[in-house]
């Protein structure tokens, strides 16, 4: 087989099974469409070979257009999954349907697989000269046809042209942010409001409390107006009074430093839309451009988070890899001085000797009672008394120091709360009521 197309590098890009792809004209101008005239079809360098199958799928907030020489997959998860079979796919938001694309100016995700070279992406970083697409989509009929014509970076131009029926209705519009042309959809966004200001942070990275946000995002957006400002209106940073602080950043945490400006000292131009709606939610429209750093836009309308949010932590048990739901409490204070917190996957336990019935295979904790209450302490802190037990084996601490684990629990009237591990292969949480014996 020969390839459909080669890099400058001489890499072959993808194979049309038994024949080489097509040639179209030069990527088209910004008044025209795309792509080669004659419907599924590939073409390179003046050559046109038939498109075998075309898919058009949903894929998390993107529609997915997969095209291929091949005939015989039925699904798009064939093409990419069955051994040979080369294909190209293209991932377009919903606000992106039905205009025209520049690839150079708006990087869109385009993969690919070729079995005679090791190129799976197309980019304006990698080998992406020039570009355009379009992606016409019939809302009523579920009708797509994909155009594409691309330079590469030796000069060679590809074109697409195919046609697919959707597998589900393109997802709905959602919230953006774009860097430097990428646009990609907001998946974490956050809030604070204080001392008269709000702040809002946006990334596209999927993180759920802002301490994942921080150290997890590849990067985030910020930005802090006044209250007053938080209006609806359309504010340029450059015509705000000195009284109006307002704050931008861009924090990239893979790639180089922090980018931050104010309208007090410059750094960026900006202009910005924002407001809190009355159910609670935020809309924000938003331009920024820092000086020698990237270009940010950010078209929002939804909820955020609180930065204070601390998700509610599952009431489980990890034992060698096995997760379980912890159904029962019990903390036994019979002893004035040492007091025993037992916990079991078993439902509706009430008694002390259902969990010590070994059927029941219910956790035992021992601590001495001030330990409750107190913090965190380790096997170190109460070396003859602390210990955890469970499936027949026991954790405590052992003088030569090959023991660790750490407990910390609190109590109040039927309220228990109580995180342990032994820093291996044990470890639980559990916050709620309990039976309490005295």
């Given at each position: 087989?020969?390839?459909?197309?080669k890099?400058?590098?001489?890499?072959?890009?993808?194979?049309?099974?038994?024949?080489?792809l097509?040639?179209?004209?030069?990527?088209?101008?910004?008044?025209e469409v795309?792509?080669?005239?004659?419907?599924?079809?590939?073409?390179?360098?003046?050559?046109?070979?038939?498109?075998?199958?075309?898919?058009?799928?949903?894929?998390?907030?993107?529609?997915?257009?997969?095209?291929?020489?091949?005939?015989e997959?039925?699904?798009?998860?064939?093409?990419?999954?069955?051994?040979?079979?080369?294909?190209?796919?293209?991932?377009?938001?919903?606000?992106?349907?039905?205009?025209?694309?520049?690839?150079?100016?708006?990087?869109?995700?385009?993969?690919?697989?070729?079995?005679?070279?090791?190129?799976?992406?197309?980019?304006?970083?990698?080998?992406?000269?020039?570009?355009?697409?379009?992606?016409?989509?019939?809302?009523?009929?579920?009708e797509v046809?994909?155009?594409?014509?691309?330079?590469?970076?030796?000069?060679?131009v590809?074109?697409?042209?195919?046609?697919?029926?959707?597998?589900?209705?393109?997802?709905?519009?959602?919230?953006?942010?774009?860097?430097?042309?990428?646009?990609?959809?907001?998946?974490?966004?956050?809030?604070?409001?204080?001392?008269?200001?709000?702040?809002?942070?946006?990334?596209?990275?999927?993180?759920?409390?802002?301490?994942?946000?921080?150290?997890?995002?590849?990067?985030?957006?910020?930005?802090?107006?006044?209250?007053?400002?938080?209006?609806?209106e359309?504010?340029?940073?450059?015509?705000?009074?000195?009284?109006?602080?307002v704050?931008?950043?861009?924090?990239?945490?893979?790639?180089?430093?922090?980018?931050?400006?104010?309208?007090?000292?410059?750094?960026?131009?900006?202009?910005?839309?924002?407001?809190?709606?009355?159910?609670?939610?935020?809309?924000?429209?938003?331009?920024?451009?820092?000086?020698?750093?990237?270009?940010?836009?950010?078209?929002?309308?939804?909820?955020?988070?609180?930065?204070?949010?601390?998700?509610?932590?599952?009431?489980?048990?990890?034992?060698?890899?096995?997760?379980?739901?912890?159904?029962?409490?019990?903390?036994?204070?019979?002893?004035?001085?040492?007091?025993?917190?037992?916990?079991?996957?078993?439902?509706?336990?009430?008694?002390?000797?259902?969990?010590?019935?070994?059927?029941?295979?219910?956790?035992?904790?021992?601590?001495?009672?001030?330990?409750?209450?107190?913090?965190g302490?380790?096997?170190s802190?109460?070396?003859?008394?602390?210990?955890?037990?469970?499936?027949?084996?026991?954790?405590?601490?052992?003088?030569?120091?090959?023991?660790?684990?750490?407990?910390?629990?609190?109590?109040?009237?039927?309220?228990?709360?109580?995180?342990?591990?032994?820093?291996?292969?044990?470890?639980?949480?559990?916050?709620?009521?309990?039976?309490?014996?005295?």
């Open positions: 087989m020969k390839s459909i197309f890099f400058a590098s001489a890499l072959a890009f993808v194979l049309a099974a038994g024949a080489v097509a040639s179209c004209e030069k990527p088209a101008g910004p008044d795309p792509g080669p005239a004659n419907p599924m079809t590939f073409t390179v360098d003046g050559t046109e070979t038939p498109v075998g199958k075309a898919f058009a799928d949903t894929f998390e907030e993107y529609v997915l257009i997969t095209v291929t020489p091949d005939t997959v039925e699904s798009y998860v064939d093409a990419v999954t069955a051994d040979g079979v080369e294909y190209l796919q293209f991932m377009v938001l919903p606000q992106n349907l039905n205009r025209e694309i520049d690839l150079v100016a708006e990087p869109q995700r385009i993969y690919c697989k070729d079995n005679e070279s090791d190129c799976t992406v197309i980019s304006p970083d990698e080998n992406l000269t020039e570009g355009k697409a379009v992606v016409q989509y019939d809302e009523e009929t579920l046809v994909f155009k594409l014509a691309i330079e590469l970076s030796d000069g060679t590809v074109g697409v042209n195919a046609g697919a029926v959707m597998s589900a209705p393109a997802p709905e519009q959602g919230s953006t942010i774009t860097v430097d042309g990428t646009q990609e959809p907001v998946r974490g966004a956050f809030y604070l409001e204080d001392s008269g200001n709000t702040a809002l942070y946006f990334t596209s990275s999927e993180v759920y409390t802002f301490e994942e946000l921080q150290e997890m995002a590849l990067y985030y957006f910020l930005i802090m107006v006044p209250d007053g400002l938080m209006t609806g359309d504010f340029d940073m450059a015509d705000l009074s000195g009284e109006d602080n704050v931008v950043m861009y924090i990239d945490n893979g790639n180089g430093e922090p980018y931050e400006a104010n309208s007090g000292d410059g750094g960026a131009s900006l202009t910005f839309n924002m407001q809190k709606t009355s159910d609670g939610t935020y809309a924000a429209s938003i331009s920024a451009a820092f000086d020698g750093g990237p270009e940010i836009a950010v078209d929002f309308d939804g909820t955020c988070v609180s930065v204070d949010y601390v998700p509610e932590e599952p009431n489980e048990f990890t034992y060698e890899g096995t997760t379980e739901a912890v159904q029962s409490a019990l903390v036994d204070k019979s002893d004035p001085d040492i007091w025993h917190v037992w916990l079991s996957a078993v439902g509706g336990l009430e008694d002390l000797s259902e969990y010590e019935d070994p059927y029941n295979d219910a956790i035992h904790i021992t601590a001495p009672a001030e330990a409750f209450n107190d913090g302490v380790g096997f802190t109460y070396k003859e008394i602390l210990k955890f037990e469970y499936a027949g084996q026991t954790w405590q601490w052992l003088d030569d120091g090959s023991a660790m684990g750490s407990l910390e629990v609190y109590l109040e009237g039927e309220q228990l709360t109580v995180d342990f591990t032994n820093y291996d292969n044990f470890s639980g949480h559990y916050s709620g009521t309990a039976v309490i014996v005295e």
